[in-house]
């Protein structure tokens, strides 16, 4: 979805219609937007939005399920500090502001026929949820599809019971991994002890023809990045998504530049092809 600049920078009201608790500090919220903007609002997975609170500001907030075209969409939020703690006190039925959607997205049409190998660190589950569902949808298109995610301990993993189905699929494979285990991997998930890097040493995701698209903690990407390579996915091959402070989220007040690039609206997700020698992108 293309938006002209006014729209782009002018919030819609929407409601909260479902909370759902993930963690202890994250929450999936369901919103409707209001005001007949539902029917018009598509996104590609790996899109953001820019969510207000009423008197708090706003944040940047990955779109967490896949385009509905029923107006509602999902996002799955921590909370950190100000403005993710006034929404964390809004209560079903309550309003709030969406900007967006904003940012470019994974390209999935340039994937088909390709194996695409999903990584998630911690919160970055969020838009490749996003991106699972949407490929899932589509499932004739592609090869074999793989999600791996690594979260800190059992008790962080987000979406488990969804985890839980998708594990039973025969049509995808799920690698779960924990950095440490202090009690048993929740609702019956086969879970291993170690980091992300680690795990994908050990897993035969064929790398012939594989897409590899990775959100996670900034500290993750160098050597999950070094990994697929070293199988032999090439850097245009491997999409990151880029986290950066952002205010206007539009490409007008600088404050996501990483080089020439503005993660708000170059990205967030980028080959990484597009970021090798661009100074501080990783
Ligand atoms: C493209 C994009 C997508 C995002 N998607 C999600 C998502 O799906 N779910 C989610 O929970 N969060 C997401 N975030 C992060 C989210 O925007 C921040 O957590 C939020 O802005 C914090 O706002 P706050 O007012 O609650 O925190 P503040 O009160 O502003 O800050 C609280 C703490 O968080 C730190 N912080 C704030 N913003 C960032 C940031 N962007 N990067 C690193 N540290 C930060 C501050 O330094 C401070 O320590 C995303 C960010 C970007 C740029």
Redesign the pocket.
């Known amino acids: 979805m293309t938006l002209s600049r006014d729209q782009s920078l002018l919030p819609v009201p929407a409601r909260v219609r479902g909370v759902r608790e993930l963690s202890a500090d994250t929450t999936l919220y369901l919103l409707s937007m209001e005001g007949g903007e539902g029917e018009r609002f598509d996104f590609t997975p790996g899109q953001?939005v820019q969510l207000s609170v009423p008197a708090g500001?706003e944040?940047?907030?990955?779109l967490?399920g896949p385009p509905r075209g029923d107006g509602c969409l999902e996002?799955?939020?921590?909370r950190?500090?100000?403005?993710?703690?006034m929404l964390h006190r809004i209560l079903p039925g309550g309003r709030v502001g969406v900007r967006g959607p904003l940012?470019n997205g994974f390209p999935l049409n340039e994937w088909t026929g390709r194996n695409i190998l999903l990584i998630a660190g911690g919160?970055g589950i969020?838009?490749l949820r996003s991106l699972l569902y949407a490929l899932l949808m589509r499932r004739g298109e592609f090869g074999e599809i793989t999600l791996m995610y690594g979260a800190r301990e059992p008790a962080a993993i987000l979406f488990k019971e969804e985890l839980a189905d998708l594990s039973s699929r025969r049509d995808m494979h799920l690698f779960l991994t924990v950095d440490f285990a202090t009690e048993e991997a929740p609702g019956g998930l086969t879970c291993n002890t170690g980091l992300l890097p680690t795990l994908l040493r050990g897993v035969n995701f064929g790398t012939a023809d594989t897409v590899a698209a990775l959100c996670g903690p900034p500290p993750l990407y160098r050597c999950v990045v070094a990994e697929l390579q070293g199988a032999g996915i090439p850097a245009e091959r491997i999409y990151l998504s880029l986290?950066?402070?952002?205010k206007c989220g539009v490409g007008l007040c600088c404050h996501c530049a990483v080089g020439d690039l503005f993660?708000c609206s170059d990205g967030?997700v980028f080959r990484y092809s597009d970021l090798q020698g661009v100074s501080g992108a990783l």
Do not use: D, I, K, N
């Open positions: 953001f500001g944040a940047p907030v990955s967490a996002l799955c939020v921590r950190v500090g100000h403005v993710t703690g940012g919160l969020a838009p986290e950066r402070r952002m993660c967030p």
